[in-house]
């Protein structure tokens, strides 16, 4: 896991960017990093598709 950086895309030029990181959350990473997919559906361990997170 890199979180150096991770900021910068969501704070461009913003000093404060290099002392904070982001993690995504969404139903489909596509293969990107620092990322949890949240699963759906019957047996999953998630949250449901019209549910509040």
């Known amino acids: 896991?890199?979180?150096e950086g991770t900021a910068e895309e969501y704070l461009p030029g913003n000093p404060a960017a290099k002392y904070?990181?982001?993690?995504?959350?969404?139903?489909?990473?596509?293969?990107e990093?620092?990322?949890?997919?949240v699963p759906t559906g019957p047996g999953?361990?998630?949250i449901g598709l019209n549910d509040t997170a």
Not at 20 to 31: D, E, F, H, I
């Open 20 to 31: 904070l990181y982001v993690w995504k959350m969404a139903r489909n990473c596509s293969g």
């Open 33 to 37: 990093v620092n990322c949890t997919e």
């Open 1 to 3: 896991m890199i979180f």
């Open 44 to 46: 999953s361990y998630g």
